[in-house]
């Protein structure tokens, strides 16, 4: 059974950094696109970052370029979401998802096309 299960979310003051993992099994997160979503209260998903099957490509929402790095680690069958420098606007339910498409759709649609596999999210709060 193909599944996605995030962690590493929790409360941090602004300035602080968190590290989520988004752990797959049942399949081999090494031949699929990964991305990391988000969703604030009343607000619709946004596309966070994603990274190539490869993991040598990656995209950046403008909204956390500079302060997020997306990396995988084939070993662990894990993809992770470094999250430096939060801001009270990064408060949301963070998601990761799996796509098999090609990876010039992916980041053509800011992560979006293809995302068949996702996970139940992890809530990131940033407050003082």
């Known amino acids: 059974q193909l599944q996605l299960v995030e962690s590493g979310g929790g409360l941090v003051q602004p300035g602080g950094s968190l590290r989520l993992s988004c752990a797959a099994s049942?399949?081999?997160?090494?031949?699929?696109?990964i991305a990391w979503f988000r969703q604030a209260p009343g607000k619709g998903r946004e596309g966070v970052s994603c990274?190539?099957?490869?993991?040598?490509?990656?995209y950046y929402a403008d909204s956390v370029k500079g302060r997020f790095t997306i990396s995988r680690d084939g070993a662990k069958n894990t993809v992770y979401l470094q999250m430096n420098s939060l801001k009270p606007e990064d408060t949301a339910v963070y998601y990761c998802?799996?796509?098999?498409?090609?990876?010039?759709?992916?980041?053509?649609?800011?992560?979006?096309?293809?995302?068949?596999?996702w996970g139940k999210g992890t809530l990131v709060t940033v407050s003082s």
């Open positions: 049942g399949f081999s997160a090494d031949n699929y696109a």
């Open positions: 998802a799996a796509a098999k498409g090609p990876w010039s759709l992916v980041v053509s649609t800011r992560c979006y096309y293809g995302m068949d596999y």
């Open positions: 990274i190539s099957s490869a993991g040598g490509s990656t």
